[in-house]
């Protein structure tokens, strides 16, 4: 999979795409407007290209707030969320070029009020979904929020994902419609984080593209 030229369909207004990044970048907006005052922390892991993110802040009130850390293993990526970062002066944002599912890339940053678990669970078996849930603990304040994703074709995911965080302390805020051609789901941290444990792998990231040559109802990521 190329990863570089998958981030094209962005550029496609009526893509399935376009449109969940339109939810994601919309439950961004929302978790920051009601966050509390002072500083910020983002973390975003196999952050892409850093739209989601990284257009939000672009005109957002709280974006001299924000301190975020994007984790991206492609240097296409991370060189275009860089560019893209810079060219809006969002100073306070570090673009990491490396394996996002290693928790030291997150030491400093974690517990950290908005973290993004964008286009993973679609890549990775369940379970290291639900490692990488287990994780959430550690990278999530209490009171910050968690904005996930996953398609919703069959074996659809979403339910068990929700029990998953559910059974870890979170609390389901919102999720997108059923037929809406895509799972995003937002939820907020209402215990007490644990420690970072560095030294960790969360997950191995397999592709959609493989693992739905292993298992031919799995959908897009």
């Known amino acids: 999979m190329d990863w570089r030229t998958w981030h094209d369909q962005y550029d496609r207004p009526d893509s399935w795409m376009t449109h ?8 961004i907006r929302a978790v920051l407007d009601s966050s509390p005052s002072g500083p910020l922390r983002v973390i975003s892991l196999c952050a892409g290209q850093g739209r989601d993110l990284l257009e939000v802040l672009a005109d957002h009130p709280r974006r001299e707030d924000v301190r975020a850390r994007l984790v991206e293993l ?6 275009f969320a860089e560019e893209t970062a810079r060219s809006a002066g ?6 990491v070029t490396a394996d996002a599912s ?30 990488t849930i287990d994780s959430c603990a550690q990278l999530c304040r209490t009171g ?3 904005i996930w994703t996953r398609h919703r074709a069959a074996p659809d995911r979403v339910p ?11 609390e389901l805020r919102w999720l ?21 444990v560095t030294g960790m792998s969360m997950f191995s990231f397999v592709g959609y593209d493989v693992l739905k040559r292993a298992s031919p109802q799995a959908g897009d990521v």
Do not use: K
């Not at 492609?74 to 060189?79: G, I, L």
């Not at 890339?105 to 979904?129: K, Q, R, T």
């Open 160 to 170: 068990l994902i929700c029990e998953w965080f559910e059974g870890r302390g979170f």
């Open 144 to 146: 910050g929020a968690v």
């Open 74 to 79: 492609d240097p296409r990526n991370s060189a």
């Open 176 to 196: 997108s419609d059923p037929d809406a051609g895509f799972g995003v789901g937002v939820h907020r941290f209402t215990g007490e984080p644990q420690p970072l």
């Open 102 to 131: 290693l928790t030291d890339h997150y030491a400093g940053m974690a517990p950290a009020d908005l973290v993004l678990v964008c286009g993973v669970f679609g890549n990775i078996a369940d379970e290291d979904i639900e490692r």
């Open 20 to 27: 969940r990044l339109t939810a994601v970048q919309t439950q």
């Open 90 to 95: 969002l100073d306070h944002v570090d673009v």
